[in-house]
């Protein structure tokens, strides 16, 4: 069974710091999300990793993908409050393309 | 806006009785998927249709059954409710061609509260 595990679970920090979230899956995957949710909405498609090595950005987030680890990473360079939100990986388990989520990451900026 | 249409947005209902969640993909989506999310067992997949059959099957309970129809909107059964089964479900759609980088596209939930 497909396990995906996050670190940490929750994340105050301040405005203008970087830090790093952690997404660990038990099995084989070369297909690896990250969504957003904001409290009681629905969840938002922030990056498509597909392969071993990729790496992509948008505004101050990073993400990458280490399938050889089983790791990918979501990096937030100089976070503002505006990021704050819940951010889960998933997995693609391959089978019939369902996803299988993470615990979340609820992320809280503080000013 | 992402295009995936679920209604109704929030439902209250007492224990032993049964709803109906609706869904209704972005348009040329043919994949539907179906997920709960609750705060002791997270997002969890719960089912799978495809083009109006079902193609996977993931932690759905054998009170709850599903279908797609053929213009490709789906609903969700929900019977015998428990307090338990009280979460946010989420549908969300995919387009035919998995092999690129097709997103899941989430609705934007029902919140279903059973008393």
């Known amino acids: 069974e497909l396990k995906v595990e996050q670190n940490p679970l929750f994340l105050s920090m301040q405005e203008g710091k970087n830090y790093t979230i952690y997404c660990n899956y038990s099995?084989?995957?070369?297909?690896l999300y990250w969504y957003r949710q904001d409290p009681g909405k629905s969840l938002e498609s922030l990056f498509v990793l597909l392969s071993n090595g990729a790496v992509k950005q948008e505004g101050r987030l990073m993400a990458s993908l280490d399938t050889k680890a089983r790791l990918s990473t979501l990096h937030i360079t100089a976070a503002v409050h505006d990021l704050s939100a819940t951010y889960f990986c998933a997995v693609d388990g391959g089978t019939a393309s369902k996803l299988t989520f993470g615990t979340g990451t609820r992320l809280q900026v503080t000013l | 806006d992402s295009g995936v249409t679920q209604t109704p947005k929030h439902l209250i209902t007492a224990t032993g009785q049964r709803v109906t969640l609706r869904c209704s993909p972005r348009s040329g989506d043919l994949s539907v998927y179906w997920y709960q999310q609750s705060l002791d067992q997270g997002l969890q997949f719960l089912i799978q249709y495809y083009n109006g059959e079902e193609r996977a099957k993931g932690n759905i309970l054998e009170r709850f059954s599903a279908q797609q129809f053929p213009d490709l909107h789906s609903e969700l059964n929900l019977s015998s409710l428990e307090l338990g089964d009280s979460a946010l479900y989420f549908c969300?759609?995919?387009?035919?061609?998995?092999?690129?980088?097709?997103?899941?596209?989430f609705g934007s939930g029902t919140q279903l509260s059973v008393l």
């Open positions: 099995t084989t995957s070369d297909r």
């Open positions: 969300a759609s995919s387009g035919p061609n998995r092999a690129t980088n097709e997103k899941l596209f």
